[in-house]
T-cell receptor, first 115, second 118 residues
Framework: GAVVSQHPSWVICKSGTSVKIECRSL??????MFWYRQFPKQSLMLMAT?????????EQGVEKDKFLINHASLTLSTLTVTSAHPEDSSFYIC???????????FGQGTRLTVV | AQKVTQAQTEISVVEKEDVTLDCVYE???????LFWYKQPPSGELVFLIR??????QNEISGRYSWNFQKSTSSFNFTITASQVVDSAVYFC???????????????FGTGTLLAVQP
């Protein structure tokens, strides 16, 4: 299967700082990338969908100014958690898809802890 | 509205037992895809299978098999002769294509935690 690499795998940051998470499709061009958030022992909740070269589409209830998503190329999308607070601590997972008719492949996830 | 229901929150079996994970979905779209993913304790999501709505053939891959029945809107997953390494959370997901071709997205079920005891 296709490889999606997410970096970093884990990060600890101080409250009030910003954190950037990268998601790269290593061996394919991804027309669409998705960002999910997963709380402990819960399912994945879609945060936003991004298409290369256009603005991300955020799900209801997700603050676009707090979770900045950039999809600058067909192989890279970034999620920046701005002014992070302890309640932002979570597991963030990205996925990438070649086309709308293909399966989505997931990154390894990033565990964010805000202290 | 689209929805995926995995009624089994946790299942515990002993090694070599067969186990079936249930998945029921809801969608009004006629074209859609169903998926199963595995999430081991390390956290990454591993793709297992994708099935489109026009293909109701059951599929077998080694010890894994999937039973897709549109009549009951179910896409169940069976592991035969389970092993300790099968212990993980398994997610069923749905991706539909609403009229107009808007970007579809994966809707996940709540997951089933499978614990295989030695």
């Amino acid at each position: 299967g296709a490889v999606v690499s997410q970096h970093p795998s884990w990060v600890i940051c101080k409250s009030g700082t910003s954190v950037k998470i990268e998601c790269r499709s290593l061996d394919f061009q991804a027309t669409t990338m998705f960002w999910y958030r997963q709380f402990p022992k819960q399912s994945l909740m879609l945060m936003a969908t991004s298409n290369e070269g256009s603005k991300a589409t955020y799900e209801q209830g997700v603050e676009k100014d707090k979770f900045l998503i950039n999809h600058a190329s067909l192989t890279l999308s970034t999620l920046t958690v701005t002014s992070a607070h302890p309640e932002d601590s979570s597991f963030y997972i990205c996925s990438a898809r070649k086309t709308r008719d293909t399966e989505a492949f997931f990154g390894q996830g990033t565990r964010l802890t805000v202290v | 509205a689209q929805k995926v229901t995995q009624a089994q929150t946790e299942i515990s079996v002993v090694e070599k037992e067969d186990v079936t994970l249930d998945c029921v979905y809801e969608t009004r779209d006629t074209t859609y895809y169903l998926f199963w993913y595995k999430q081991p304790p390390s956290g990454e999501l591993v793709f297992l299978i994708r099935r489109n709505s026009f293909d109701e053939q059951n599929e077998i891959s080694g010890r894994y098999s999937w039973n897709f029945q549109k009549s009951t809107s179910s896409f169940n997953f069976t592991i035969t002769a389970s092993q300790v390494v099968d212990s993980a959370v398994y997610f069923c997901a749905l991706s539909a294509f609403p009229y107009g071709g808007a970007t579809n997205k994966l809707i996940f079920g709540t997951g089933t935690l499978l614990a295989v005891q030695p």
